[in-house]
């Protein structure tokens, strides 16, 4: 069957959303009124053949069920969220223009639309968070991949954000559009208020220091990431990840001055030194360590300081290479 989702989306993968109605909606059936007995068992069939049709991924006779049920019993309102994400998962982006692939696309938004406002309001926990899923779902379908709407995603983005207000991934998705469509006054500001209402979460900070990365502000791109490993300094990922972007600006920008690729350098490796000095055993932080050193080797006149820069490089390469041998062995061992 045909598999559509984006693996590393804001919003999550769109494909095998995980069934978790069955149950909740099978028992909701039977106390719920004003539609007639034969409906609703009809409903309560057609709901259970869908739910497996959905588990094996046969999109196709799932929606086919789904329908089923809702036409049935309309009441049945944790139907319409997978009923939309069967079509969403139907939907093949390299057919984009196709009418009857296209279609698919519109049945997934009517049906992400519906499952939204149904289950609007509702005190069920599992209800609640079918609802936020169908916006987040509801706001891809308006990406670039699917129907590039994004002035129709736009609303859909601010209507989550008034529901959950600290929650940064709103933030990050309405961030995301205005920038898509060079509103990028309007994307650093989204940004950063996901830092406002979540300050402690390191994830606000990487992404903040992605964007401002994306549009060569290095310096600051360099200050979020640096705010990142401040919040959190017992973490050696964080100044790990300083010198990855030390690094690569250094590498790859073949304007800077050599002054500017001392000082990055330098920054990087104290970045690094510091991971290391958490754990001593961090093998990435160790391998960048040796690549910065690498790089100072080619700035330096005096052969002997060269060559002193290459054996401590070589040196931290072979510890690297141990670390990983080591960690092979231990899982190997472990299986």
Same mark, same amino acid.
């Given at each position: 069957?045909?598999?559509?989702?984006?693996?590393?989306?804001?919003?999550?993968?769109?494909?095998?959303?995980?069934?978790?109605?069955?149950?909740?909606?099978?028992?909701?059936?039977?106390?719920?009124?004003?539609?007639?007995?034969?409906?609703?068992?009809?409903?309560?069939?057609?709901?259970?053949?869908?739910?497996?049709?959905?588990?094996?991924?046969?999109?196709?006779?799932?929606?086919?069920?789904?329908?089923?049920?809702?036409?049935?019993?309309?009441?049945?309102?944790?139907?319409?969220?997978?009923?939309?994400?069967?079509?969403?998962?139907?939907?093949?982006?390299?057919?984009?223009?196709?009418?009857?692939?296209?279609?698919?696309?519109?049945?997934?938004?009517?049906?992400?639309?519906?499952?939204?406002?149904?289950?609007?309001?509702?005190?069920?926990?599992?209800?609640?968070?079918?609802?936020?899923?169908?916006?987040?779902?509801?706001?891809?379908?308006?990406?670039?991949?699917?129907?590039?709407?994004?002035?129709?995603?736009?609303?859909?983005?601010?209507?989550?954000?008034?529901?959950?207000?600290?929650?940064?991934?709103?933030?990050?998705?309405?961030?995301?559009?205005?920038?898509?469509?060079?509103?990028?006054? =309007? +994307? @650093? %500001?989204?940004?950063? *208020? $996901? #830092?406002?209402?979540?300050?402690?979460?390191? !994830?606000?900070?990487?992404?903040?220091?992605?964007?401002?990365?994306?549009?060569?502000?290095?310096?600051?791109?360099?200050?979020?990431?640096?705010?990142?490993?401040?919040?959190?300094?017992?973490?050696?990922?964080?100044?790990?990840?300083?010198?990855?972007?030390?690094?690569?600006?250094?590498?790859?920008?073949?304007?800077?001055?050599?002054?500017?690729?001392?000082?990055?350098?330098?920054?990087?490796?104290?970045?690094?030194?510091?991971?290391?000095?958490?754990?001593?055993?961090?093998?990435?932080?160790?391998?960048?360590?040796?690549?910065?050193?690498?790089?100072?080797?080619?700035?330096?006149?005096?052969?002997?300081?060269?060559?002193?820069?290459?054996? =401590? +490089? @070589? %040196?931290?390469?072979? *510890? $690297? #290479?141990?670390?990983?041998?080591?960690?092979? !062995?231990?899982?190997?061992?472990?299986?």
């Amino acid at each position: 069957m045909q598999n559509h989702g984006r693996k590393g989306d804001p919003m999550r993968s769109l494909s095998g959303a995980p069934l978790i109605v069955a149950v909740v909606g099978i028992v909701g059936l039977t106390s719920m009124a004003g539609c007639a007995q034969i409906g609703r068992l009809k409903a309560m069939r057609s709901f259970k053949e869908a739910n497996r049709a959905y588990q094996t991924q046969d999109y196709k006779r799932a929606a086919e069920l789904y329908e089923e049920s809702v036409k049935a019993y309309p009441e049945l309102t944790i139907a319409y969220f997978y009923l939309g994400n069967s079509y969403d998962n139907l939907f093949s982006p390299s057919k984009k223009g196709e009418p009857q692939n296209d279609e698919l696309m519109q049945k997934a938004v009517k049906n992400y639309q519906l499952s939204a406002e149904k289950l609007a309001g509702s005190t069920d926990e599992t209800e609640k968070m079918l609802g936020k899923r169908s916006l987040e779902y509801l706001v891809a379908a308006y990406g670039a991949e699917k129907l590039n709407a994004p002035e129709e995603a736009e609303p859909v983005v601010q209507k989550m954000i008034q529901m959950d207000p600290t929650e940064p991934t709103n933030y990050f998705a309405l961030a995301k559009i205005y920038e898509d469509a060079g509103a990028y006054n =309007e +994307a @650093e %500001q989204m940004y950063l *208020k $996901a #830092k406002e209402v979540r300050p402690n979460d390191p !994830t606000v900070y990487t992404t903040l220091a992605g964007y401002y990365n994306r549009q060569g502000q290095f310096d600051k791109t360099m200050d979020a990431l640096n705010q990142r490993a401040a919040q959190d300094p017992n973490n050696p990922e964080g100044y790990y990840t300083i010198a990855t972007y030390y690094w690569d600006k250094t590498f790859r920008d073949k304007t800077l001055k050599e002054p500017e690729k001392r000082e990055y350098i330098s920054k990087g490796i104290e970045a690094t030194d510091k991971a290391i000095q958490i754990k001593g055993d961090y093998m990435e932080a160790i391998v960048y360590k040796g690549l910065l050193l690498r790089l100072q080797a080619t700035l330096e006149k005096d052969r002997k300081q060269q060559e002193a820069l290459l054996h =401590e +490089a @070589e %040196q931290l390469g072979a *510890k $690297a #290479k141990s670390l990983q041998k080591a960690k092979a !062995t231990g899982a190997g061992a472990g299986d």
